[in-house]
C-alpha cells in the first residue's frame, strides 16, 4: 500500500493512495537536457545566501 503525507502547522495527514511507484514511473518527463546537479545545489545556495543577507540588511 502507498500513502501520500502531508502537514500544515497543525497536524501531519496520510492518505491511502491508488497508484504504486512502478505504476507512477515514467509519468515525468525527462527535460532531455543533462543537468549539472553540482551548479543546481551552488545556484541554490547562492540564491538562499542572498535572501539571509537581505532579510539582515532590511532591504
Known amino acids: ?3 501520500a503525507a502531508w502537514a500544515t502547522r497543525r497536524e501531519v495527514r496520510l492518505r ?3 497508484y504504486s511507484l512502478e505504476s ?3 509519468s ?7 543537468q549539472d546537479f553540482d551548479e543546481l545545489s551552488r545556484s541554490a545556495r547562492d540564491a538562499r545566501a542572498e535572501r539571509s543577507l537581505q ?3 532590511g532591504t
Open 1 to 3: 500500500m502507498s500513502i
Open 16 to 18: 491511502p493512495v491508488s
Open 24 to 26: 507512477a514511473y515514467g
Open 28 to 34: 515525468v518527463e525527462p527535460t532531455g537536457e543533462p
Open 55 to 57: 532579510k539582515m540588511s
